[in-house]
């Protein structure tokens, strides 16, 4: 399993991919709204890949990446019945606002130590 990242806009904006075996399983890009602030968006395991823990894998990578950069807080926005958002809990994030009752914030603040990939598996 290999992560890889890339990074735009002068360091402003990441698409990750985690890939095994050659294909890409999961992606996600990350956009950092501010020095305390990053936005996650578009997780997505291919489907074949599914319930095998590559988006827990990758996101958790992703979010320790930016705690170690110094970021303070992640969010992002779930529609309400979006199995993902079980997951999203399950990293910490937790609903901040249910703005139309559709789609929901949450939130998670980030960890500036190194935490170490170890706990880190897909299954
Ligand atoms: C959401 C998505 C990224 C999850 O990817 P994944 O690699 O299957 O996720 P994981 O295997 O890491 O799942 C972790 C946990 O999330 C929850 N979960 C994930 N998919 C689920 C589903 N279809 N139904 C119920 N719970 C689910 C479970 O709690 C799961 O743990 P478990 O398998 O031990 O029960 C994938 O289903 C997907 O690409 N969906 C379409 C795109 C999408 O909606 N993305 C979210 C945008 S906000």
Redesign the pocket.
Known sequence: MVIMRYCYKGGTFWEWELRKDGYIV?RVSTRLDSPEEVCVL????EPQ????????ALLQHVLQYHGEQGVDVAW?M?TTG???R??YR?LGFREVADPDGYVCVMKKKLQPRKEGLSDVRAR
């Open positions: 999961s578009g997780l997505t395991t890949f599914r319930r095998q823990g590559y988006a827990t992002l779930v979006n199995p993902a079980e997951l399950k």
